[in-house]
């Protein structure tokens, strides 16, 4: 079983709809949780950090964590064309930076 | 916010040749720098551990003789990938965090992306 577990089956929404995303991990010792986001050609880019279990939110990105089902979301309100991109879930333990990715999901939002 | 630049963006080399590929920390110290490895439409691969002032950990099935990792200042981690063949044809990204915390929060330079004739 690997580490951190993401469908990566592209997604495509019409403009305005939500888009969910999550990931599922097999290391209880993970305690950061993030989501960040990659356009085609360019290095991920930080979106969402999470410690521990609770929801964090952050204008139109909800990032969830629930640690007891090792089950980690990330929302997209009112997505737009511009939040076309790869999203990649990762998370790490305490006392290193070394992150586990998920695959990525490819999300492309139609106008 | 953190940011980290890597150059070159991208290069084009002839096989048997060697390329490096430098990644600074421009705002912030980093005693420990990330390279990774991405192929097309698949997720980053950790290829070493860049630590200041000592050797690089690389990860399992990464050869260190060929790539070479020098991380000589709180700023500066240098990824030289030696005697290039197609086959290492990819896109390199690098990634640090802020010196003396271990809370997963990394920034990622813009990718340099290898192309080995």
């Known amino acids: 079983q690997k580490e951190v577990e993401q469908d990566p089956g592209p997604l495509s929404v019409p403009e305005g709809a939500i888009v969910s995303l999550n990931c599922t991990y097999s290391?209880?010792?993970?305690?950061?949780f993030m989501w960040y986001r990659q356009y085609s050609r360019k290095g991920p880019e930080l979106l969402m950090y999470t410690y521990s279990s609770g929801n964090k939110e952050d204008g139109r990105f909800t990032a969830q964590v629930d640690k007891s089902s090792k089950y980690i979301s990330l929302f997209i309100r009112d997505s737009q064309p511009s939040d076309s991109a790869t999203y990649l879930c990762a998370m790490s333990a305490p006392g290193n930076n070394r992150l586990a990715f998920g695959k990525g999901n490819q999300v492309v939002v139609i106008p | 916010g953190a940011v980290v630049s890597q150059h070159p963006s991208w290069v084009i080399c002839k096989s048997g040749t060697s390329v490096k590929i430098e990644c600074r920390s421009l705002?912030?110290?980093?005693?420990?720098m990330f390279w990774y490895r991405q192929f097309p439409k698949q997720s980053l691969m950790l290829m070493a551990t860049s630590n200041e002032g000592s050797k690089a950990t690389y990860e399992q099935g990464v050869e260190k003789d060929k790539f070479l990792i020098n991380h000589a200042s709180l700023t500066l981690s240098t990824l030289t990938v030696t005697s290039a063949h197609p086959e290492d044809s990819s896109f390199y990204i690098c990634s640090a965090g802020l010196a003396g915390r271990n809370t997963g929060e990394l920034f990622f330079g813009e990718g340099s992306r290898l192309t080995v004739l």
């Open positions: 705002d912030f110290q980093a005693t420990t």
């Open positions: 290391n209880s010792a993970f305690q950061y």
